[in-house]
């Protein structure tokens, strides 16, 4: 069973769509299968917020912020 989700994050680079949510976990969903390929616990209280960063040469980096305090970049 999934948790509220907080924030969510397309990366149209490889069809993912990236899930925060309350119990401090990030879920992967690949779009094509609308299925939950990875999750991790991202944060000590629940993600509040999602940010995608394409960088020149770089592949996508996601930018989590959570209700612990913390930036974490995936």
Do not use: Y
Request: charge should be negative; aromatic fraction near 4%; glycine fraction near 10%.
């Amino acid at each position: 069973m999934l948790s509220q989700i907080n924030a969510i994050e397309i990366c149209p680079e490889h069809n993912m769509l990236v899930a925060g949510t309350e119990d401090s976990k990030l879920r992967f969903f690949d779009l094509n299968s609308r299925q939950v390929v990875n999750s991790v616990i991202g944060h000590a209280d629940s993600v509040s917020s999602l940010c995608s960063l394409g960088l020149q040469g770089q592949p996508n980096l996601i930018v989590s912020g959570g209700h612990d305090g913390a930036v974490r970049v995936w």
